[in-house]
């Protein structure tokens, strides 16, 4: 305890200007690689529902598999802000059944906070949460748990009536108490005003590059998750092909009798 970054330190980078880095995580190993790397905060997204799971959209998704994720994340970092993305079906519910998840989350797994796809109808229930002292990450714009909705994974705020949506959903969850807004998929110029009219921070994800932070999903970042290429990832490494061929080699090996060799045997 303490050596975390904060809500007050992340209100602070935005007064100095000063970016915010976030990126997703799912498991201890990542956790551990992504905490070293500096990260400020790592969001266990229900992304996992995709990236790891395999679903074409990340509703099937449950709390107990956020926790699950959650708490092996927690425990892989020491640095880094955690934050536990409620699954489709939380969000949706009273804010009193929000409030009982969101309880059982910190406490079950260790995390900082939790992330609340919507604007302005979910504003009531971030309202509840940080009268409470719950920190509550918002999400704003294409929000991938109204998939179905939307007809796809659409950029969203277009129009001059949905941009004036997301404004106001991002004020609104301002007002709420949340102490961030993630916003996603949205033109560059309209995340540009609400990072400018928001005192909170805005941790951008396919919305430019004028967002106080930026988060990417940890797979699209690493090359490893291919079945959607959206074009605001950028590809830091092909590392879908490295394991690949680490794979094929390792099977080649075993085959040809190469591996184990005697280095990785022992007599006695
Ligand atoms: O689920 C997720 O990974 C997310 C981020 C990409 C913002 O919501």
Do not use: W
Not at 26 to 41: E, N, P, Q
Not at 67 to 91: K, L, N, Q, W
Not at 243 to 257: D, F, M, P
């Amino acid at each position: 305890m303490g050596r975390r970054v904060t809500v007050p330190a992340l209100a602070r980078m935005k007064e100095s200007a000063q970016r915010i880095v976030s990126v997703t995580a799912y498991d201890y190993t990542f956790a551990k690689l992504v905490d070293r790397a500096g990260v400020d905060i790592i969001l266990v997204g229900d992304s996992l529902g995709m990236v790891v799971q395999g679903h074409e959209t990340t509703l099937p998704v449950t709390l107990e598999e956020m926790i699950y994720h959650t708490t092996a994340v927690v425990r892989g970092s020491e640095r880094a802000m955690v934050v536990c993305d409620f699954p489709f079906g939380v969000c949706q519910s009273p804010k009193e059944v929000v409030m009982a998840a969101a309880i059982k989350v910190m406490k079950e797994s260790g995390c900082d906070g939790v992330k609340i796809e919507g604007g302005q109808a979910v504003a009531e229930t971030i309202k509840f949460l940080t009268a409470q002292r719950i920190p509550v990450v918002a999400h704003v714009g294409l929000t991938p748990q109204s998939v179905k909705y939307f007809g796809g994974f659409k950029m969203q705020g277009r129009s001059d009536s949905e941009a004036e949506q997301i404004m106001a959903d991002a004020l609104a969850v301002e007002a709420a108490g949340a102490f961030a807004v993630v916003l996603e998929g949205i033109p560059r110029g309209l995340a540009s005003r609400i990072s400018q009219a928001l005192k909170i921070p805005s941790i951008g994800i396919g919305a430019g590059a004028e967002c106080d932070g930026q988060v990417l999903v940890l797979y699209d970042l690493l090359g490893f998750y291919g079945d959607i290429k959206p074009k605001f990832v950028k590809q830091y490494m092909q590392g879908g092909e490295l394991i690949q061929s680490a794979l094929e080699q390792y099977a080649k090996e075993v085959r040809l009798g190469e591996f184990p060799g005697l280095e990785h045997s022992q007599d006695t």
